[in-house]
């Protein structure tokens, strides 16, 4: 039997909310739960509420506020060092080093479908074992 809940939770942190429903909506109707939160101070209120129950990471990582997306990311990681997390901005990214193994990267603007074919791709990497190991971009 897996010990892998289905369907999977997907935490969602972008502060665009167009952006934000259009991709939550896409992953409900791929059969994903997702919560998600609009800048990374309310990201890391949910991290800490409802840890144990995210399986993955969607962030921005330019948000609203003082909280980035390296930093929800980061605290994520604490806690689950395995687990995915897909990144994304309009910007270059500050520092490629922050994208740690398992994760995925893309460039705004991106298509909602273009990121649930990434957690497809990252749920498969998972469940053959290799652990998600390499970092991808995307876009």
Known sequence: MSSERVP????VVEDEAIV???LV???????YQVLGADTG???LSVLRDDNQNIDWLFTDIRLPGV??????????RLTHPFR???YATAYAPEQARQQLHGSYFFRKPYRPAQVVAAFRRLSSDL???S???GTSSAA
């Open 8 to 11: 999977t939770t997907i935490l």
């Open 20 to 22: 934000r429903d259009l």
């Open 25 to 31: 909506a896409e992953l409900q109707d791929a059969g």
């Open 41 to 43: 101070e309310k990201a």
């Open 67 to 76: 909280i980035d997306g390296w930093r929800v990311a980061d605290e994520f």
């Open 84 to 86: 995915p997390v897909v």
């Open 127 to 129: 469940q053959v074992g």
């Open 131 to 133: 652990g998600g190991s």
